[in-house]
């Protein structure tokens, strides 16, 4: 037997959860329309993939971003040979500009302050390498991300709090529970060194408003701790109300700047996740340096540095991008919602994200966590659907459920949505009320093409006009 | 950088503590570059950079390829249809095509004498990210690796920073070229044993850096067979294998455990594409380990550092190219070893003696001749002198924890010849100008002036104190003789 660190032979990887479980059954057995239709559809992957065309487009039309071309390749050299930990002048100034944009040019930010890192995943870890000693806490308002037990504690030795939020208060952040939760870190004898807040939510799909945040940064100040802002998300906000930055909140109220922080990346708002583009962007220069030497051990690769840079320096694609990327967010939102409200099932108001927060909680045996795995299984292994069980995000109630929907084909939607339907009706007729049976569309068979659908449902004269609030989803009743 | 009192307490130990390393002089010279960089045309007064170990000699057979083969980027018109496929992808085990391509690569370097497995194959941040990850793996906060000295400067932050483990150095002599031995092996470990300090493993580097020699087989043998007996881990950092450019042969570790009896669980390989094929930019660290735990634990923690799937979906296509590897690994192997004359035979001519290499991008150069005395504080001396007045960037052999001073790691690849010619000039004027400047000196005696400008070698700073030296006949001082033992250097007031 070899000996190897305690770091390597634990479970802080996170990857025995049941998190996972769903996606080993849609590895095994993967949807696709034509080879394999019964296979699993992913749900459970906040994946962007709704742009791409776009993005395509502007690459024919410009091929000096790649070093690859004729029009590149005299750029190759000097950029396959840079690995200052800087980070390329353009690349930082690009993605300053990003972020600025993304939040409607409120804030200005600083391209010295960009601080690469390997994705998201690697942000998050560097963070907390540089503000916590192992055996030191971050508290997390839940339900949140589950790959956080890994990115902030596995090799930093750093523990998580859970700050509870509850449905009663649509699972906003409230003082309240923030005291509650530094109140029992302090009595577990954990020092808590920070609160980590991602907005837009994963998994809620929800945006703070000013109020919350403003709540948020005078608690952290009062305490002496950081704030984490994870903003992955900013830019898949879809409808108003519009997306505040905390760091648009820090020019409001008076707080300590040494102590604002901010990951972000281009996973999700540009569907690069496999560029590794992660970034720490802190107001604290020892931070700053501190992070950035800590960066080497995840830099952007440079070929991909000099992509990104051409691409986002461009601001009428960055304009066209992001308004494109909304609307469709915005469609397929809506739709999807919409379609589950009428087999009667509900979801948390969301105007932003890759996924919905769905309410199963009238379709559990009972409330407990057991039942919500026992349901879970189910949607797994019967009605073939990967979605992400509220448990692995530490959610607080039994019964939720995140639902990703931006990552797949229309068609694939399309037969998600009629497999929901046939679980729901097959199972519980009950649950849809006999009026909603009679009205609704249940009766839809697949043969009718998608395109007429979208536009019974985008009709003008209808409530479905994007600039109107989503209507409240009815709530399931579960019967046994 | 200081940190007010109210920083420390905000921040974490490892924030606000210096493992991080840069506060090392090793940087001072690079500070020095960063100020005055060295330009042909816009700046022919400014520094030399020879602190860096880059391989910048065979991208023109490079661009070549990319004009050639336009459908390995996800961005031209014939591979756009991929960029979506290739953008999404963030799964951590890797594009297959480019872990395939990566073991085919590195089996080649080897001589094709091992075949490596594409499903070892682990992603890192670089180098920097595979050597982190592997102490991750392997060790706890507190735990001790056996390091040879003199080893690459940037070891004391990827191995220690952020996991907490400890390094031992094991020192090796110039007496018998810098060899590691089995005697100073167990010796290390057992003062470390008796200080309580728990050693997990030996890490090598082969080729060395900063020696430019590689490992022999018995060498390679006795490593393995200590670290069988110890139940100890083996890591070889084996990036700079395709830059051997002269005989002997790269030997793996890999190979070596072939024909041997020993734990195969206990052996680690940390590879990278920044020397042999000089992409440092891209960031392609690679773990390949022959234990399936490590490998398994190394893979989770590549989320950490993967490779840019557009990086990776361009090298695949590039490193299964066969005939295009099998040429630039010659073309490269050529450039190098015709560099590496240019500068050893240049500074043989000056009386500049280096250690015998056939590998790396740089040579170890053997300045003890010139220290006012053999101590670490004038090789810091003669270091400064040799940025701020010689104006060469080179790295003094204290920042790679050499045990003697008076070595100095010079970088010979990074740059184009003319500039080499410039540097050797340099060089040879420094040096000279101290013969000159002796041999006024000489005048007031003629017999010792004679005998200076036959055999000595004179070195004057321009601070104009002397140093004289004797016995060191360009007979031996040849780039392929054992180094001699040298002379104590005498100062003269």
Not at chain 1, 107 to 130: L, N, Q, W, Y
Not at chain 1, 432 to 451: A, E, T
Not at chain 2, 35 to 52: R, Y
Request: glycine share 6%; proline share 5%; with cysteine.
């Amino acid at each position: 037997m070899v000996s190897m660190s305690k770091i390597a032979t634990g479970n802080g990887h996170g990857e025995n959860s049941p998190y996972f479980d769903g996606w080993k059954a849609y590895e095994t057995n993967p949807f696709h329309p034509i080879d394999r239709p019964d296979g699993v559809i992913q749900m459970g992957l906040a994946e962007n993939q709704l742009c791409f065309e776009l993005i395509k487009k502007w690459l024919m039309e410009h091929p000096e971003a790649s070093l690859c071309t004729a029009e590149g390749v005299n750029r190759f050299k000097e950029t396959a040979l840079f690995q200052d930990y800087h980070g390329m002048p353009e690349f930082r100034q690009a993605v300053a500009k990003f972020m600025g944009k993304v939040r409607g040019d409120r804030v200005k930010f600083d391209p010295d302050r960009i601080v690469m890192s390997g994705g998201a995943t690697g942000a998050h870890e560097m963070v907390a390498f540089c503000l916590a000693d192992p055996g030191e806490a971050l508290l997390v308002p839940t339900p949140y991300y589950p790959g956080f037990d890994r990115d902030l504690r596995w090799r930093t030795g750093v523990e998580l709090v859970p700050v509870i939020c509850e449905s009663s208060h649509n699972f906003q952040i409230t003082r309240t529970a923030m005291e509650a939760a530094y109140e029992k870190a302090q009595e577990a004898n954990l020092k808590v060194k920070g609160l980590l807040i991602t907005n837009p939510s994963n998994p809620l799909g929800t945006i703070m408003d000013r109020e919350t945040l403003k709540s948020i940064v005078k608690f952290i100040n009062e305490k002496n701790i950081h704030l984490i802002g994870d903003e992955i998300y900013a830019a898949t906000v879809f409808k108003d109300p519009e997306f505040v930055s905390i760091s648009e909140v820090i020019q409001e109220v008076e707080c300590n700047h040494d102590l604002i922080h901010i990951v972000y990346s281009l996973s999700k708002d540009m569907g690069f996740p496999g560029f590794r583009v992660g970034i720490v962007y802190s107001y604290n220069d020892a931070v700053v340096n501190c992070a950035r030497k800590m960066s080497s051990y995840g830099l952007v690769s440079s070929q991909t540095q000099h992509l990104i840079a051409t691409m986002l320096n461009d601001d009428d694609f960055l304009h066209n991008f992001i308004m494109e990327s909304k609307e469709q967010l915005f469609k397929r939102h809506k739709y999807f919602t919409w379609s589950l409200s009428q087999v009667g099932i509900g979801s948390l108001k969301s105007n932003g994200g890759l996924f919905i927060w769905m309410d199963l909680r009238k379709l559990l045996k009972e409330k407990t966590f057991d039942a919500e795995m026992d349901l879970w299984r189910v949607i797994i292994n019967e009605v073939k659907l990967n979605v992400s069980p509220g448990s692995s995000f530490h959610c607080h109630e039994p019964g939720w459920f995140r639902v990703c929907f931006a990552n797949m084909e229309d068609n694939t939607m399309e037969v998600a949505l009629s497999r929901i339907r046939s679980f729901i009706l097959k199972n519980n007729e009950s649950i849809v009320p006999r009026k909603l049976c009679r009205r609704s569309s249940l009766k839809l068979s697949l043969s009718r093409s998608l395109s007429r659908r979208m536009d019974d449902f985008m009709s003008p004269a209808g409530i479905m006009s994007p600039h109107s609030p989503l209507p409240q989803s009815p709530l399931v009743r579960a019967r046994t | 950088m200081e940190f007010t009192r109210k920083n420390r307490q905000l921040l974490s130990r490892i924030a606000t503590n210096d493992r991080h390393g840069e506060n090392s002089p090793y940087f001072d010279g690079w500070k020095a570059y960063d100020s005055n960089p060295f330009h042909p045309i816009h700046n022919p007064d400014g520094v030399i950079q020879m602190g860096l170990a880059e391989n910048p000699l065979c991208f023109d057979l490079i661009e070549k390829w990319i004009r050639e083969n336009p459908d390995a980027s996800i961005c031209t018109a014939e591979g756009l249809d991929k960029f979506k496929d290739i953008a999404i992808y963030q799964d951590y085990h890797g594009l297959r095509e480019f872990r395939e391509a990566v073991a085919k690569f590195m089996g080649r370097v080897g001589g094709n004498r091992v075949t490596f497995d594409p499903n070892r194959i682990v992603m890192s941040g670089g180098a920097t990210g595979a050597n982190e990850t592997a102490i991750f793996c392997l060790a706890d906060p507190g735990d001790a690796f056996l390091v040879p000295s003199p080893y690459y400067a940037g070891f004391a932050r990827d191995l220690r920073w952020r996991t907490g483990v400890e390094i031992v150095p094991v020192h090796c002599k110039s007496l018998n070229n810098f060899r590691i031995t089995r005697a100073a092996l167990e010796e290390a470990y057992e003062k470390a044993q008796r200080s309580n300090i728990n050693i997990k493993g030996v890490i090598i580097t082969n080729p060395s850096n900063p020696l430019g020699t590689v490992l022999d087989k018995e060498t390679l043998r006795s490593l393995v067979s200590f670290v069988t007996d110890k139940k100890i881990h083996l890591v070889s950092d084996e990036i700079y294998a395709a830059t051997v450019f002269s005989s002997p042969r790269f030997i793996s570790v890999a190979e070596v455990m072939q024909d041997m009896d020993c734990n195969r669980d206990l052996i680690h390989i940390v590879y990278s594409l920044s020397k042999d094929m000089g992409f440092p930019g891209f960031r392609v660290g690679i773990v390949y380990s022959f234990n399936d735990d490590v490998t398994n634990c190394a893979r989770k923690m590549s989320s950490f550092g993967l490779v840019s799937s557009q990086t990776q979906f361009l090298l695949a296509s590039m490193l299964s190219d066969d005939e295009f590897v099998g040429n630039f690994l010659r073309e490269s192997s050529k450039r190098l070893a015709k560099r590496h004359h240019v500068f050893t035979k240049g500074l043989e001519e000056v009386g500049i003696s280096t250690i015998k290499s056939n590998a790396g991008l740089f040579f170890w150069m053997d300045m003890r001749p010139l220290l006012k005395e053999q101590t670490t504080k004038a090789e810091t001396e003669l270091w400064r002198v040799i940025i701020n007045k010689v104006k060469l960037n080179v790295s003094p052999g204290s920042s790679f924890l050499c045990s003697e001073p008076g070595w100095f790691r010079v970088c010979f690849a990074n740059m184009d010849d003319k500039t080499v010619e410039v540097a050797l000039d340099r060089i040879r004027e420094f040096v000279l100008q101290g013969k000159e400047e002796n041999n006024h000196e000489a005048d007031k005696s003629q017999a010792r002036a004679q005998r200076w400008r036959k055999q000595n070698l004179r070195l004057s700073f321009s601070s104009s104190r002397l140093y004289d030296e004797s016995l060191m006949s360009p007979h031996m001082i040849s780039p392929h003789s054992p180094i001699p033992h040298s002379p104590l250097v005498r100062a003269r007031t």
